[in-house]
């Protein structure tokens, strides 16, 4: 599976790793431990997204490590480059600004990903595989195919890459791959309290007041099948919270029980409405998140719809309702 990707890594010796808009654990994980396993080998790497890395991801990299596209001094250091790898994003919508980067230079692309989707031509090699719960478990198998030293900060970025994308082994996709893989983390100096506890217990004061206001909007709909909820820019605003803060909230209300499919709307600076879609194994999400253009897992998908507010959530509910038509496939 590995060589097409190995060869590529080969051929090139300056990368530029990149990874989605608003990136999680797993994307800011992946592209460090792969950005270390890549300078391991003696390759230079520049790391660089569309946007920002959220303030609890920041002990992953080195301060002013991961850049932002279109910030000063970018432009230039993408001249630098040979290459770029792609991890945990398989389509230019969900990449950002940074794709236009790497299309106006002709970058050749290697992607490495586990959503479900994968856009014809979006690399011209791909290692894509549904069935990992994380594209950490990718690039941890990458570096073992290589015979490469899993150094310590390797395991730590992989790890956190792994306990985002299973909800810390707790989701559907945790599986005994991406335990054995969690297992050899450990080995390899992990440790899963302090790595939890950067991840997911590092919240802000800010997350901590908006989450009243925000889960006072939840409605339950199809007879406690449906949860919707939703934020909008003015709670966030007045709790002194971040778009990131609203992480993790979405897997409070999947805790209720009955619940088949959770609704988070989240009103965007840009006036539209990020939905995240999560299923509790009955409905595909994925397949609702497809029909308004956006993409994601079976379990955990997302999409952005136009606003206002209720405006969007009438047109979501109203076809989520139809939770028949989204079987599991
Ligand atoms: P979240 O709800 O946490 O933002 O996203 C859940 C999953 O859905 C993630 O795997 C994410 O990549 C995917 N996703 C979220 N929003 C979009 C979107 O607008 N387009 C696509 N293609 N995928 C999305
Ligand atoms: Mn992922």
């Not at 097409?4 to 080969?10: A, K, M, T, V």
């Not at 002990?59 to 850049?67: G, H, K, M, Q, T």
Request: aromatic share 6%; hydrophobic share 40%.
């Amino acid at each position: 599976m590995w060589n097409p990707i190995r060869q590529f890594i080969d051929r090139h010796d300056a990368f530029v790793v990149t990874s989605h808009i608003n990136p999680d654990g797993d994307a800011i994980g992946s592209e460090m431990g792969l950005t270390h396993f890549l300078r391991q080998i003696g390759k230079k790497v520049v790391v660089m997204n569309s946007t920002e890395t959220p303030e609890v991801l920041r002990f992953l990299a080195a301060e002013d490590e991961i850049r932002v596209y279109g910030e000063p001094g970018t432009q230039p250091l993408l001249d630098t480059v040979d290459a770029c790898i792609i991890v945990d994003v398989n389509n230019w919508e969900q990449l950002g600004n940074i794709g236009r980067g790497l299309q106006a230079r002709s970058l050749p692309r290697a992607c490495i990903d586990h959503h479900q989707g994968y856009t014809a031509g979006f690399a011209d090699y791909t290692v894509t595989d549904t069935s990992a719960a994380a594209t950490g478990v990718l690039i941890y198998e990458l570096i073992r195919a290589h015979e490469a030293k899993l150094t310590k900060e390797m395991a730590e970025a992989l790890y956190a890459a792994v306990i985002t994308d299973t909800g810390t082994f707790r989701f559907s996709n945790t599986d005994a791959r991406a335990l054995r893989v969690a297992a050899d983390l450990v080995d390899a100096g992990v440790v899963p309290t302090e790595m939890h506890r950067k991840v997911f217990g590092s919240k802000s004061w800010g997350a901590g007041r908006l989450l009243g206001p925000v889960l006072s909007t939840l409605e339950s709909d199809m007879g406690g099948k449906l949860a919707i909820f939703s934020a909008t820019l003015e709670m966030v605003n007045n709790a002194g919270a971040t778009y990131d803060d609203m992480d993790g909230f979405v897997d409070l209300v999947r805790a209720i029980k009955g619940v088949e499919l959770v609704i988070f709307f989240k009103e965007t600076e840009e006036g539209d409405i990020k939905v995240s879609l999560r299923s509790n194994g009955r409905v595909d999400a994925h397949a609702i998140a497809k029909q308004f253009g956006g993409g994601g897992h079976t379990m955990a998908s997302g999409m952005r719809v136009p606003g206002p507010m209720p405006l969007a959530v009438d047109t979501v509910v109203s076809i989520c309702r139809n939770l028949s038509s989204f079987p599991i496939l």
